[in-house]
């Protein structure tokens, strides 16, 4: 900080002082430290204070309001002076010239307070029945207008259905949604449809011009800030049935979205955070996609084992109001230029899989905010998979990278200790008695038996280590992400998949891999096996990838570690989506 800084407001000096307490941050701290240094700041900053506090001093009231009005009379007055000197003509020509006596048109602006924008006055005599009209012109380019208009099913009337947040045409903030649609560029839309406007707009070159009626009961809707991470893949081109496809927004599942309005019960208005394009784009609402999901399901049986739901069907769309399901609706149109196969391992934490359950989640979207990473937050890192796809080899091999940071919770048992084993080191020896009461009272995140014995790990142990600073890494049987994805615990989730069934077989067989299917010989995986990983990979995809934060492909061990150490590191440095209910 330079010399300077010794005159710098006081204000500025508080808060580069606490942000310098600030232990991390990475490039927010840093952006903010040198912002607050800038000289550009400091100068603004000085004369903001100078302007309120002028404000506040009487002394600097305007004297006279009518300085031009004075001028004109020193002006007639020195026309009737007799003796002309040096002094009076400079006087003489000073009061004459154009830019001082704007200067004082100014003054006296400002201190008559009239520099508020002035509107017409009403006619006089203006007839009740007449209908207003305005005229709005908006210069076309490659960027669509963003609006799409309709047929009014009561009145046979062209509208304008919607106005994209962002656009053209609500940046002219001229036309609105339920206006009625006239003219475009002197041509009449009576008996008109929707597709005979869209072609008259792409035959218009230059200004285009609209006579609308407007629409009076509703007004401009305010931006909303939600954020959503969308849980499904979506394609506007794909889509049948939206109302527009160039207004269309295309997403990928992961993406955070800026819902900007849901005024519209079928289609919303949004963008995907961080683009610099501020024109939103329609997606289907979650009322719509959950519908879509729903009839897919029950006409495709194949979805339930892991095949994606398509954007293909729809239930309606707000254009023209419900319709039976999936069918289209054509009157909306945009202004533009606008098997199964039986289970092979047992595993030891295998539970009773619900599937009936699982399966009646239906994500689409997911309300999302931003946390940032803070002293004493430290998220548990936990990996899930199908078995035999290597996340517990996984965990290990990041624990080693440094066991006084990452560590993973022991185990609870109801067995008794073999002579080798210590208790609180290898395994929580308790009698059968109390596991089962405290798995009864929900203490437990996961559990199973395996040989009469029963085994868990209990979420006082991962709060455990939470608390004590370091990283809880876990890999658990997937159904317990159920009880691991709250907000107390707020973990990070990879799921760690099998690459292609194919290059998954060349890798593991190359790099003389072990079944981890059968405990109690050593021998290389079977193709049952391998199929088994792949189709369970993508059934634990299909029910909890809603839940997953990350993905890693386990071609290669060392290239999955590789990756997973710089999730770890992301997660611990940086500020990262997570539901919205985990930060409020």
């Known amino acids: 900080m330079d010399s300077s800084a010794e005159h710098w407001d006081p204000a500025l000096t508080r808060l580069l002082a ?48 009518n300085a031009m009005q004075v001028t004109l009379e020193v002006f007639e007055l020195l026309h009737e002076v007799v003796t002309v000197s040096k002094e009076y003509g400079e006087l003489l020509s000073l009061l004459q010239k154009p830019h001082f006596q704007a200067i004082l048109c100014t003054h006296d602006a400002v201190a008559q307070k009239d520099y508020y924008p002035h509107l017409p006055d009403i006619p006089p005599e ?103 991470r969308a849980l499904f893949n979506y394609n506007s081109s794909e889509d049948p049935y939206i109302p527009c496809k160039e207004a269309g927004l295309d997403f990928k599942k992961g993406d955070v979205l800026h819902i900007v309005s849901q005024d519209d019960a079928y289609w919303w208005q949004a963008r995907r955070e961080g683009d610099r394009v501020m024109r939103a784009g329609l997606i289907p609402s979650r009322a719509l996609q959950e519908g879509r999901i ?35 609706t054509p009157t909306a149109t945009a202004l533009l230029p606008c098997k199964s196969t039986p289970k092979v391992k047992k595993v030891i934490y295998d539970i009773t899989e619900n599937d009936d359950f699982d399966r009646e989640i239906i994500p689409t979207y997911e309300e999302v905010a931003r946390l940032y990473p803070r002293p004493g937050m430290v998220r548990p890192i936990v990996l899930v998979g199908a078995p035999g796809v290597g996340r517990n080899e996984l965990r290990r091999r990041l624990i080693a990278t440094d066991p006084e940071k990452y560590v993973t919770p022991i185990p609870f048992t109801s067995r008794p200790p073999k002579a080798s084993e210590q208790n609180g080191k290898d395994y929580m020896f308790v009698s059968r008695e109390k596991m089962e009461q405290d798995i009864g ?31 809880c890494v876990l890999s658990p049987h997937w159904q317990a992400l159920k009880m ?53 990979s993508n059934r634990i995809n299909f029910l909890y990838g809603y839940m997953f934060d990350d993905e890693i492909v386990n071609e290669d061990l060392a290239g999955a570690l590789s990756q997973l150490l710089k999730v770890v590191w992301r997660v611990q440095s940086e500020p990262l989506w997570v539901p919205a209910s985990w930060v409020q």
């Open 18 to 65: 606490s942000l310098k307490e600030v232990q991390s941050g990475g490039e927010d701290v840093a952006f903010l430290s040198e912002l607050l240094q800038s000289k550009q700041l400091h100068a603004l900053v000085q004369v903001h204070n100078k302007i309120v506090a002028k404000g506040k001093d009487d002394k600097f009231y305007p004297i006279l309001s």
């Open 126 to 228: 203006l007839d009740d029945e007449e209908e207003t009209v305005k005229i709005v012109q908006l210069v076309k380019s490659d960027e669509p207008l963003g609006a799409t208009i309709k047929t009014d099913e009561e009145t046979g009337k062209i509208v304008i259905a919607r106005v994209m947040h962002g656009g053209a045409a609500d940046r002219s903030g001229l036309i609105h949604a339920g206006d009625e649609v006239i003219e475009v560029n002197g041509i009449s839309v009576e008996n008109k449809t929707p597709a005979d406007v869209l072609s008259i707009l792409q035959s218009s070159e230059g200004t285009i011009t609209f006579k609308l009626v407007p629409s009076f009961g509703k007004g401009g809707s305010r931006e909303s800030k939600v954020r959503v």
């Open 294 to 328: 729903i009839h897919e399901r029950q006409t495709d049986p194949q979805t339930l084992e892991g095949k994606p739901a398509l954007c293909s069907s729809s239930n309606s769309n707000s254009d023209c109001g419900p319709k039976t399901p999936c069918s289209p």
């Open 441 to 471: 009272y929900g203490k437990f995140i996961e559990h199973g038996e395996y040989k009469g014995n029963l085994y868990g790990t209990s979420e006082e142990s991962v709060e455990s280590i939470i608390n004590s600073g370091r990283v």
């Open 484 to 536: 691991l994805r709250t907000p107390r615990l707020r973990p990070y989730i990879v799921f760690i998949r099998p690459p292609p069934l194919e290059r998954l077989v060349e890798t593991r067989t190359a790099a003389n891999a072990r079944s981890s299917f059968d405990k109690e010989s050593s021998r290389a995986f079977t193709e049952n096996e391998f199929s088994e990983m792949v189709r369970s």
